[in-house]
């Protein structure tokens, strides 16, 4: 009974000190929409430049969807940010950060599945940031946010696993 006892409270100590390390983490909004809105930008810019170098039907599709959608979250990012009144980085420096975030592809054959192997760990960490506002936000606005991006998120990340590895899916929208 003992040694259930001291696992029940290593248990318990290790839950809390594991919420206290999520919300520690969680953004401000301010924050988030800089920073949700940089790593929009970097996906498109990085779905652009997909889009003109691929010869791949399915990747041309997916970089639109990716553009698409990403465009429109970073617009509804926006219209969060000054409905709350919220202090926003300048354009230039939320463009500045997005630059940072476009990973290196190569120019080779294996253009194809670079670029969506690099969408996957975006999108992933795209969907966990996203998911982690919406668990901690008080704000409704964020919260209605991550339910209408999350789904597209999560689509991009199947398309781009299938891409990644080397099958060709139809699109899908999401």
Known sequence: MHSMATVMRGAGLAL??????TSALAQSPAAF???????????IEASRLAH????SKAVK????????????????????????????AP???VMEQAKRLIPPVP??????RAY??????ATEEAIQQIQQQANNS???????????????LENHLKIAKALRAGRSIERQDG
């Open 107 to 112: 120019a080779d054959e294996d253009f194809d």
């Open 138 to 152: 008080d704000l409704p606005q964020l919260k209605a946010f991550a339910e209408e991006t999350l789904p597209k």
């Open 52 to 55: 003109q170098k691929t010869s």
């Open 33 to 43: 929409i800089d920073d949700a809105s940089a790593k929009g930008m970097a996906d």
């Open 61 to 88: 599709q997916y970089t639109i969807q990716v553009i698409n959608d990403r465009t429109t979250a970073n617009q509804h990012l926006a219209k969060i940010a000054r409905q709350l009144d919220l202090p926003v």
């Open 16 to 21: 809390l000190l594991g919420l206290c390390t």
């Open 91 to 93: 354009r230039e420096q």
């Open 116 to 121: 969506a192997a690099n969408q996957v760990k």
